[in-house]
């Protein structure tokens, strides 16, 4: 499993029009079971706000742009989308915002899981219990 980080996507630069993609595995870090988008968010708006216990998560501003603040127990980072040619893996165990949002802005984010609701955490004191216990388990 790796850390919370930016991933560079191949682009195909060519005058009808650029191409990127991500492929399992290859690109990104995990099998694709789900791809879901957030869109029509008012201009800076938020969204977000829990922790997924096992899936792992890859998110793309396809277009527009906004901020992703990860909280992985101790640390707080804040990363920046704004392109469609990278974007964010996030795997387990990080409280995550995504805030800031433009005017017209749309988040692609594919999982390593199909959706359920026991995957989140969705209270940051119960996220801080859990890491606690995870790392207590693993003497991280
Ligand atoms: P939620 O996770 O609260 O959205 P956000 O990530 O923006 O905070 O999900 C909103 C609703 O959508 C919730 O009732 C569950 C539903 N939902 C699905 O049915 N399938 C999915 O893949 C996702 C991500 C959400």
Redesign the pocket.
């Known amino acids: 499993m790796y850390s919370t980080k930016i991933i560079e996507l191949p682009r195909l630069l060519d005058p009808r029009g650029n191409l990127s993609f991500f492929e399992d595995e290859n690109q990104i870090p995990f099998k694709i079971k789900?791809a879901?988008w957030?869109y029509d968010v008012p201009g800076g708006g938020k969204?977000?706000?829990?922790a997924f216990r096992k899936s792992e998560v890859f998110i793309i501003a396809m277009s527009g742009s906004f901020d992703i603040v990860i909280n992985n127990g101790p640390v707080e980072f804040k990363y920046s989308l704004n392109r469609s040619y990278y974007g964010l893996y996030i795997p387990p165990m990080n409280w995550l915002k995504?805030e800031n949002f433009s005017t017209n802005s749309q988040a692609l984010?594919v999982?390593s899981i199909?959706?359920d609701?026991n995957d989140?955490i969705?209270d940051f004191e119960v996220f801080k219990k859990e890491k606690d216990e995870i790392r207590k388990q693993y003497r991280l």
């Open positions: 789900r879901y957030i969204r977000g706000l829990y995504m984010v999982s199909i959706y609701e989140y969705r």
